[in-house]
């Protein structure tokens, strides 16, 4: 199947008489006919279902089709993208590792690295992901497990190098980890260049209607975890009568371990509810994205040809520092979102802003709608000067989500705003 035709049929595939759209399955539990059943599911619980923490119909079928876009060979939603990110990590990491992300990532993500995986004892080495080859490679540590970046940024808009970054981490005996909320498969699929897990906000434009938030893990299934690295992969985990992740689930361990051991402890699971919507939201993501990057780079440009701009960033725009970068791994465009920067600073950005009336002003990003936000004073507030500079942060930079309205409409309510701050 071809990847639009996945966004349909993957994940679900109704027998004689079935429902034909994915039901919603609104339990939490299931029966068994005897206690040896139900001995055999906590034996090994990929063997059916067990109790809705481990999976559910609807979950699974979302799960499928989101494993089937990226390439992948099994996946985990999660309630939240905060969640994805911080299990993803703690599948491989535990007190007393460190690991490698690129410091130009979600706000959200920084502080998640910088303090709160800091607080458990992991650390998180940020290198600038623009550095040369030799320059990442002198970051990495004995107890290094783990590599992370973002195929394009939020809200810096910088695109990964993620060959350069799967060779470096691969020649250290390293997964890669990819956050590609942003692309969403659609755009781009980071297996195919190397990275061996990928994740996601669910909440963006996978949902893309603003009505849920979620979020999911996608294992590639190609990391060696028995390189010697890895124990917990390789040893007998207590917590599961002894099992051996590589041993028993071979290329899918990561992706089972992360559900026996990360679901069943932490629960962040997402409701059937939320699947199903996020599930009609993948549908025409195929669509959805194609009128995002067109209508994105009509507004783009139109930004750059403005007098009241000081700069526009948008790497599908040529003359873009990410430009090349967004050629090779965003050929067919960047996404709806836009970062520029209005000349004149923090109040007038403000202005700008409190002037729209078509677009709104939300703490959200790659809603269906056009929306705005003004990071330094939203997402990345927590941040110090120090760490806005490293996303690429200035006090007149306006994010600007662009929906799939008309892009005249788009464009007519930009005019209005620039009027207004005349
Ligand atoms: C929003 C976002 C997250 C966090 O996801 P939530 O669903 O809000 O928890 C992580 N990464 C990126 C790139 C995001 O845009």
Not at 117 to 137: P, T, W, Y
Not at 177 to 205: M, Q, W
Not at 330 to 335: A, F
Request: glycine content about 8%.
């Amino acid at each position: 199947m071809k990847i639009e035709t996945k966004c349909l049929h993957a994940g679900y595939t109704p027998k004689n008489t079935e429902p034909r759209v994915v039901p919603i399955v609104q339990s939490t539990t299931y029966v068994y006919d005897s206690t040896d059943d139900v001995a055999a599911v906590f034996d090994d619980p990929t063997k059916s279902l067990i109790y809705s923490r481990f999976e559910n119909p609807t979950v699974m079928a979302v799960e499928d089709k989101i494993a089937a876009l990226e390439g992948g060979i099994g996946a985990m939603c999660t309630s939240s993208g905060q969640a994805a990110s911080l299990l993803s990590l703690l599948n491989i990491l535990k007190a007393g590792d460190s690991f490698i992300s690129a410091a130009t990532i979600y706000g959200g993500t920084v502080n998640l690295f910088a303090y709160t995986l800091k607080k458990l004892g992991i650390e998180c080495i940020f290198v600038n992901a623009d550095a040369s080859e030799d320059e990442i490679r002198a970051a990495f540590k004995p107890n290094t497990k783990a590599v992370f970046g973002e195929t394009l940024a939020n809200p810096a808009l910088a695109v990964f190098d993620i060959e350069k970054f799967a060779k470096i981490a691969h020649e250290n005996g390293v997964p890669l980890i990819i956050d590609n909320t942003f692309p969403t498969p659609i755009l781009c699929r980071p297996f195919e260049y190397g990275a061996d897990i990928v994740i996601h906000s669910t909440t963006k434009y996978m949902d893309g209607h603003a009505v849920q938030g979620g979020g999911v893990i996608v294992d590639s299934g190609n990391f060696d975890w028995t390189n010697g690295k890895f124990p917990e992969f390789t040893e007998p985990d207590e917590s599961y009568h002894g099992t051996i992740y590589t041993k028993t689930y071979g290329k899918a361990a990561y992706i089972i371990k992360a559900r026996m051991q990360l679901m069943r402890d932490f629960g962040c699971y997402p409701s059937a509810q939320s699947a199903f919507y996020l599930n009609l939201g993948l549908e025409t993501l195929h669509i959805r994205m194609k009128q995002y990057c067109e209508n994105a780079l009509t507004v783009a440009k139109f930004l750059e040809a403005n007098e009241h701009v000081e700069s526009v960033n948008y790497p599908a725009l040529e003359g873009n520092k990410y430009h090349e970068l967004a050629k090779k791994y965003l050929p067919d465009g960047t996404s709806g979102v836009i970062s520029f920067v209005i000349k004149g600073g923090r109040n007038t950005a403000v202005k700008f802003m409190d002037s729209l009336k078509l677009a709104s002003n939300e703490v959200h990003v790659a809603d269906i709608r056009t929306c705005v936000l003004h990071p330094a004073s939203a997402t990345h507030r927590q941040l110090t000067d120090e760490q806005l500079v490293a996303c690429g942060i200035n006090g007149g930079l306006i994010r600007l989500s662009v929906g799939l309205e008309n892009v005249e409409d788009i464009l007519d309510d930009l005019k209005g705003a620039f009027a207004a701050i005349d």
